[in-house]
């Protein structure tokens, strides 16, 4: 079953402007996870975020975790047409199958 | 140098017909993966070895076989295809930060768009 949902399913917005994306999970993790996929290539690691931590950055991106409430938010500050893409969250969990299991992604429009 | 590379990037080919993509990871990766996308970007795991062992295989059609010669290696074979088949498969690795730590970071390739006509 799927572990990961991400809201919206899309997004659309101008450039410069804050983009906010959400992500619920069911099981317990270790960590999560999110990913970028540009249209027609492969997923690209961002950023990883462990069960212990509630924040973590890396340039425009911030990435919270609320694990009482089994949700993560990704935040892209400023954005840029460039990170038109999709975005992915993953979750590793603490127990049992040793994968990582993704949800079904944001669409990401960011207009010029 | 590209880290995980697989072949063919694209691949169109008939019903009933047995296709083979092949993965190569050359980040010294134990662990290694195939996962299908659908036309919903939806991606579902597959397939996982660890060090040439099967560690996960999901509800697949044992039409789909994996085979690993090496731990830089993982192929995908899948039999007599059908229309369903058609997805994105994508190969990837990891490399386990140990007991406990769990998954540091998946590093895909950049897929194998595959059309069954």
């Known amino acids: 079953s799927q572990q990961g949902e991400e809201d919206p399913q899309a997004l659309s917005i101008q450039e410069g402007e804050n983009a906010t994306m959400n992500c619920s999970y069911k099981?317990?993790?270790?960590?999560l996870q999110w990913y970028r996929q540009n249209s027609g290539r492969g997923l690209v690691h961002l950023i990883l975020?462990?069960?212990?931590?509630r924040e973590k950055h890396s340039g425009r991106l911030r990435v919270t975790l609320d694990t009482s409430k089994k949700s993560s938010s990704l935040l892209i500050t400023a954005s840029r047409a460039a990170d038109t893409a999709s975005y992915f969250c993953?979750?590793?969990?603490?127990?049992?199958?040793?994968?990582?299991?993704f949800g079904s992604g944001t669409r990401l429009q960011v207009q010029p | 140098d590209t880290a995980v590379s697989q072949t063919p990037k694209y691949l169109v080919t008939q019903m009933g017909n047995d296709k083979s993509i092949k993965c190569e990871q050359n980040?010294?990766?134990?662990?290694m993966y195939w996962y299908k996308q659908d036309s919903k970007k939806f991606l579902k795991i597959m397939f996982s070895?660890?060090?040439?062992?099967?560690?996960i295989n999901e509800t697949v059609p044992n039409r789909f076989s994996p085979k690993s010669p090496d731990k830089a290696h993982l192929n995908l074979h899948i039999n007599s295809l059908e229309l369903g088949d058609s997805a994105v498969y994508f190969c990837?690795?990891?490399?386990?930060?140990?007991?406990?730590?769990?998954?540091?970071?998946?590093?895909f390739g950049e897929g194998s768009w595959l059309t069954v006509v």
């Open positions: 990837a690795s990891s490399q386990e930060g140990g007991p406990g730590t769990g998954i540091n970071t998946i590093y």
């Open positions: 099981t317990s993790i270790n960590n």
């Open positions: 975020i462990r069960s212990n931590e």
């Open positions: 993953a979750t590793y969990r603490d127990t049992g199958r040793r994968a990582l299991t």
């Open positions: 980040l010294g990766h134990d662990t």
């Open positions: 070895y660890n060090n040439k062992e099967l560690i």
